[in-house]
């Protein structure tokens, strides 16, 4: 790897510091990823209005689940070249569009064209791909992962935020008007568009110039990185981790309920995640670079299978259900820092919004999974314990399929500006 050309492609324009930068792409994770994994929140109101039943309701969860991780790389691949700035501009506007309709819709293809198209691409335009590229194109090397880590946990605090909010808009205005208020809350992340404008083809390009080695293509970073054993092996786990968090984040008020517990301990479950995972957010970035990140991914999802098989044997009481969801939230999205320090590490930055991209929509495509067979298990059994047992299974696979993954960069990624 050329020194000259990592530097040159990973530190902020004059004038804009690195806080600024941390804060406008946490800050925006924080509005989209908070909305979004509040949503789960209304899904009871919106089977009572619609009479769809559940299983329809999950199907448009989980079609907007398979689309946010559909969109993020071609949403990455035009950011690496036109911008991030545009790119999340758009998705920002998506995104509140989506959500403030979604109450207007009363058929399952309405549903799925709110949520999973509208709300759900733009997320995926305004979403981790492009923003944890923008964040390590603007921020030193030596930085990159603690920078992963607050970012991802501003989507966590959104998370821990947006619960409550949408709780207490809830009780105030009504469902219907909440959620509309939640799209128009979002817009609030548009003044960051300013702060992550830029591109890391341009930045590559100018590295090139100077070191003499040419940027990889889009189609070649693609070729080398499918046919690169240990990006399998990552996509593969992350798959894993979109099960574990869709169908949380879908299904944990349902779960609630099924255990007969009041709602509100749903709420609190949801905000007790995002609170606990800005505690493991903020861990892993610190732990990358200190320890092999495939090793603390194996460890995360070790944690997990072990919680939820505790979880099953333990009383369902509002105190379980919080522990369970605290420990849940230490590894919910603290799973993004070292997934996306290997990309980097293994291709560079130059297409790393793209790549990143192909790796969650592989966590996407489990999203859809966790999302859809929550809603079509408890549908179809009265229960979600199935549910769990696939969790426990994966969370093992997950685990396992980590350990062979070789943490170093590949010989072409070295062309690139990294």
Not at 102 to 107: F, G
Request: aromatic share 10%; net charge positive; proline share 5%.
């Amino acid at each position: 790897m050329n020194k000259a050309s990592d530097n040159s492609s990973s530190v902020a324009p004059p004038g804009i510091p690195i806080w600024l930068v941390l804060l406008a792409a946490g800050g925006t994770f924080a509005l989209t990823m908070g909305v979004r994994q509040s949503m789960g929140l209304f899904l009871s109101a919106l089977n009572t209005s619609t009479a769809l039943g559940v299983g329809s309701i999950s199907l448009a969860f989980a079609f907007g689940q398979l689309w946010w991780g559909l969109t993020q790389p071609f949403a990455g691949a035009i950011a690496d070249r036109v911008g991030a700035g545009r790119v999340i501009f758009v998705g920002i506007l998506l995104v509140a569009l989506g959500t403030f309709i979604t109450p207007l819709m009363s058929t399952t293809a309405g549903l799925i064209f709110a949520i999973g198209v509208l709300a759900a691409g733009g997320a995926g335009m305004a979403g981790t791909s492009v923003l944890m590229a923008a964040s390590a194109r603007l921020v030193p090397a030596q930085k990159r992962g603690l920078a992963t880590g607050i970012v991802n946990a501003g989507g966590s605090f959104g998370q821990f935020a947006m619960a409550p909010i949408a709780i207490g808009l809830t009780a105030a205005v009504g469902w219907a008007s909440a959620m509309q208020w939640l799209g128009v809350i979002l817009l609030l992340a548009l003044p960051a568009v300013w702060v992550l404008k830029g591109n890391s083809r341009a930045l590559a390009a100018q590295a090139a110039a100077t070191s003499g080695l040419k940027p990889l293509s889009a189609r070649e970073a693609i070729r080398q990185a499918l046919a690169t054993p240990s990006f399998v092996y990552l996509s593969l786990g992350f798959l894993v981790c979109g099960f574990h968090v869709a169908f949380l984040a879908t299904h944990l008020p349902s779960v609630v309920a099924a255990c007969g517990l009041p709602p509100e301990v749903g709420g609190w479950a949801l905000a007790t995640i995002g609170l606990f995972n800005i505690i493991g957010s903020l861990a892993m970035g610190w732990a990358v670079g200190r320890w092999r990140m495939k090793s603390l991914l194996a460890l995360l999802y070790a944690i997990r299978g072990a919680a939820v098989l505790i979880f099953l044997l333990a009383p369902k009481t509002p105190a379980v259900m919080l522990i369970f969801a605290a420990v849940m939230g230490v590894t919910f999205l603290s799973t993004v820092p070292p997934t996306a320090g290997l990309v980097v590490k293994m291709f560079g930055t130059a297409n790393m919004a793209m790549l990143f991209g192909i790796v969650m929509l592989a966590h996407q495509i489990g999203g859809f999974l966790g999302a859809f067979l929550g809603g079509y298990v408890f549908q179809a059994t009265g229960s979600y314990d199935w549910v769990w047992y696939i969790d426990i299974v994966l969370a093992v696979g997950a685990a396992l399929v980590n350990l062979p993954i070789r943490e170093a960069r590949l010989p072409l990624a070295s062309r690139g500006a990294a």
